[in-house]
């Protein structure tokens, strides 16, 4: 009969069991984690370099645990789930599921705890995540005044300086950047118009300084600022698209308003605020045509805005010349190069630079 090994199982055995008793300790009586040296001596080397894989373990179990909550989690169990938590990211400080998932899970509860979780994630193992400062901005806006009895001010403060870290992160999503514009213009108040107007000062402040960089691929084609970022990923181009879209929907409405309003100062309000909405559309107006009332950008050959049905100033082109390869513009009721009729026979006031008999050719 062969004999079993039992030496090596003992061994296994203990080394379970050490790597176990190591975890608890880890848990129950851990202090903040400081440099990694302090982890290669505290973590690492008792669970004799199994921390991730005991990591993965407890994540398991977490999972398991949460299964078995009946109803809205209550204060005692989110407090279990913290400390598993923070025993997880101990032993795995990469353990990026631990963060997001785990700060969520205990946000509602215990919106602190989840905080200081999520700020333990940047300090440690993810500092390049968009996702942990901006989700500690929104505990702190949404959840830390009702349950720490915080001040409301410190709360929206701290916040905003969450979410503005969250913006400096590349690959973040347009919300991170609105919702930092959004507390960072808190101020204005509730009125829309008044709220626009922060946001285009506060946008504006944040214009970069734009250069083409020589030697950068697409040099000559791309627009980078100083440093080398690209301009399109800036908070700036992303805050001002926002801004265009916001203030032509709001002159939309601000136009229909004036239409059916019979008061004569009710009327004389709303061209005030129609003004001041426009100002800001200027500021970040985009290439093209744009209706002056409603801000709607309209095509070549239209004579009326599909937004609110004000007279354009309009422009065309003589579709027969283009389709030979030749953009004309129309100064009349007929092409001046091949004398096909226009038939919308637009009033032309953007005249081509440099154009000559035959035309511009067109790219």
Not at 111 to 116: F, L, R, S
Not at 154 to 176: I, M
Not at 180 to 187: P, Q
């Amino acid at each position: 009969m062969k004999r079993v090994p039992v030496i090596p199982l003992i061994v296994v055995a203990l080394a379970f069991a050490l790597s176990f008793v190591a975890a608890q300790k880890v848990e129950t009586g851990r202090s903040e984690l400081i440099t990694n040296k302090d982890r290669l001596a505290r973590v690492y080397l008792p669970c004799m370099g199994m921390d991730k894989f005991l990591a993965d373990l407890k994540w398991v179990k977490l999972i398991q645990d949460m299964g078995k909550v009946k109803g809205k989690l209550n204060e005692n169990a989110a407090k279990y789930f913290a400390r598993v938590l923070d025993s997880i990211t101990d032993l795995d400080p990469d353990f990026s599921k631990a963060y997001q998932m785990g700060g969520m899970l205990i946000s509602n509860e215990l919106p602190q705890d989840a905080i200081n979780l999520l700020q333990k994630g940047r300090k440690f193992g993810l500092k390049e995540s968009w996702s942990l400062p901006y989700y500690s901005g929104f505990f702190a806006e949404r959840f830390l005044p009702r349950k720490q009895e915080v001040p409301m001010n410190e709360c929206l403060a701290l916040a905003e300086k969450y979410y503005e870290d969250a913006a400096k992160v590349s690959g973040r999503p347009f919300y991170v950047d609105h919702a930092w514009m959004r507390l960072a213009t808190r101020g204005a108040g509730e009125d829309p118009v008044e709220q626009l107007v922060a946001q285009r000062d506060f946008v504006l402040k944040m214009k970069p300084k734009v250069t083409e960089m020589e030697g950068m691929p697409g040099a000559g084609e791309g627009m980078y600022m100083e440093g080398g970022m690209e301009m399109e990923n800036s908070p700036y181009i992303l805050l001002s698209r926002r801004l265009i879209q916001r203030s032509s929907g709001l002159a939309r409405r601000l136009v229909e308003e004036h239409s059916s309003a019979q008061d004569a100062e009710y009327k004389k309000n709303i061209e005030e605020q129609l003004k001041r909405v426009r100002e800001v559309f200027e500021a970040f107006k985009p290439a093209g045509h744009m209706c002056n009332n409603c801000l709607v950008p309209y095509g070549p050959g239209q004579f009326f805005c599909s937004g609110c049905g004000a007279k354009v100033e309009s422009y065309a082109y003589c579709r027969e010349c283009w389709a030979k390869g030749k953009l004309v513009l129309l100064s009349g009721s007929y092409c001046h190069l091949c004398g096909t009729k226009s038939p919308e026979a637009p009033k032309v006031t953007v005249v081509a630079e440099g154009a000559d008999e035959g035309g511009l050719k067109a790219k």
